[in-house]
């Protein structure tokens, strides 16, 4: 048997009831079969793949806290410290109450490739709990973070593990988490990125993930003889990461037709106004279905359904497993051009095998919303510096930081005879710096 088949039925019998843990360490394995295969031996002998698919550490912990009924409520918190080979571990936490360990196994996973390939000194690391702040009053949310922090910051550190946001987890949570922090230890560090600007944030974090998801996705394009400007996009999801990829879009002239939340999705055949998405999503923290009352030419659905809208650009934006077979089916017949993962691993293995196959451009989102960290990380060397940065200087480094990553991912995959393969040389590329690194630094 090869190594990589060994190693995946190892990961698949150790980590049987983590499904999302293993659906991502079978796309990046079976990819890295192009560099394994060619020194096998080596590999086995080093034990690479166990090292790599096997998380430094693990801390789950208790989180108590009292709603405003004054019942007490428990959650569980999680920090995965994956990978430190490159940098200190870095990834957001997420909050949402489908968390488990599968889910931030995965995530950390996913993020160690990612942020390799930003070409940034960052680990990869992630967290979260299942904590759902949907419903909750600021005193709940303060509270849950407070609590959250008190075990976390013991585990976390400018230098050793730098959290950020991600699904549920903004603004207003960084904030709470960051002033816990502060009060427990004294110290004040870039121990979080996607802080306010008035307390060491950078500006165009907020924007980063969505830009630069345009920004890649635009020379995917360019490489294919297509551009923005006229085209439909498809969007789904209406957080963070779906409403700067719609803004940055935009601008690049393209119409953004479709975008969704858990509950629904619309579809504006005029091209959706983000203005009203703004208002009602980060505005008052409402439901995308109010859009269709400032915008009535729209139209709402209820469940799923934003990927049988024809269109040119598929930019799945809201978590992972949400484009299926049928829809990569529905993309393919109706003629889409390119499929660009803004969302962590939104789309399934088999959706994504169809759309390979069907010779449609794929870009995975470890390589497409690696801005998001990447700014993060240009967020550290600020506050290390002890300096702010443009917008303009910030997003001028994003662009090229993407622009880098999608030739990495395009040379990689020619260099191993699968041109236009971006899920085999984004992985390749991210896979070979972190093993060169591990490597150097002997069996730790
Ligand atoms: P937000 O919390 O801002 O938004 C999440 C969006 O996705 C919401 O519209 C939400 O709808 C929807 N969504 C979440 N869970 C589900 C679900 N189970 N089914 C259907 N819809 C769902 O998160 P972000 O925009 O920050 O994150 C979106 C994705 O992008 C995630 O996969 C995240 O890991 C990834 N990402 C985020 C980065 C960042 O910088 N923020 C960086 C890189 C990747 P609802 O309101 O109904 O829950
Ligand atoms: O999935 C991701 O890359 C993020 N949620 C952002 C992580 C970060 O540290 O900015």
């Given at each position: 048997m090869s190594y990589v088949d060994e190693v995946l039925e190892r990961v698949k019998a150790k980590n049987g009831a983590e499904p999302e843990f293993i659906q991502a360490v079978t796309e990046v394995l079976n990819s890295l079969r192009f560099v394994i295969e060619k020194n096998e031996d080596h590999f086995r002998k080093e034990a690479l793949l166990e090292r790599i698919t096997e998380p430094e550490r693990i801390v789950t912990f208790r989180v108590p806290w009292v709603d405003d009924n004054g019942q007490v409520q428990v959650n569980r918190g999680f920090r995965v410290q994956f990978n430190s080979a490159i940098g200190p571990y870095k990834g957001g936490l997420r909050l949402h109450p489908s968390v488990n360990q599968s889910i931030i196994k995965f995530l950390g996973f996913e993020q160690c490739f990612k942020n390799s390939l930003t070409g940034l000194p960052i680990g990869g690391g992630k967290g979260g709990s299942d904590f759902d702040p949907k419903g909750k009053s600021d005193r709940e949310v303060m509270a849950f973070c407070q609590s959250f922090m008190n075990e976390l910051y013991r585990h976390i550190g400018a230098n050793v593990d730098v959290p950020a946001g991600d699904i549920g987890v903004g603004a207003r949570e960084i904030g709470f988490?960051?002033?816990?922090y502060k009060r427990l230890t004294g110290l004040y560090e870039g121990i979080l990125t996607g802080k306010g600007l008035t307390y060491g944030g950078s500006l165009a974090r907020t924007e980063a993930t969505g830009y630069g998801l345009v920004y890649i996705t635009n020379e995917v394009l360019k490489a294919n003889g297509k551009s923005f400007e006229g085209a439909r996009v498809n969007i789904s999801g209406s957080g963070n990461v779906a409403i700067y990829a719609c803004q940055k879009a935009q601008s690049f002239g393209a119409k953004v037709q479709t975008m969704s939340d858990s509950n629904g999705y619309i579809y504006d055949p005029d091209g959706i106004d983000l203005a009203i998405v703004k208002e009602i999503k980060e505005g008052r923290r409402g439901r995308i279905k109010e859009y269709v009352a400032a915008?009535?030419?729209?139209?709402?659905?209820?469940?799923?359904?934003?990927?049988?809208?024809p269109c040119d650009v598929a930019l799945p934006c809201a978590t992972q497993n949400e484009l299926f077979l049928e829809d990569a089916k529905a993309l393919v017949a109706n003629g889409v051009w390119a499929v660009c993962?803004?969302?962590?691993?939104p789309t399934t293995l088999e959706a994504t095998e169809y759309l390979q196959e069907n010779g449609i451009p794929f870009m995975p989102g470890k390589a497409?919303?690696?801005?998001?960290?990447a700014v993060s990380a240009l967020e550290m060397s600020q506050n290390s510096e002890r300096l702010s940065w443009t917008f303009e200087e910030v997003d001028a480094k994003l662009h090229d930081i993407m622009v880098g990553i999608f030739e990495k991912a395009s040379s990689a995959a020619e260099r191993y005879g699968v041109p236009g393969n971006y899920v085999a040389g984004a992985n390749i590329a991210g896979f070979e710096k972190i093993c060169t690194a591990m490597e150097a630094q002997g069996i730790v």
């Open positions: 988490l960051y002033g816990q915008k009535p030419t729209a139209t709402y659905t209820e469940g799923r359904g934003v990927w049988s809208i993962e803004g969302a962590n691993m497409a919303n690696a801005g998001g960290v």
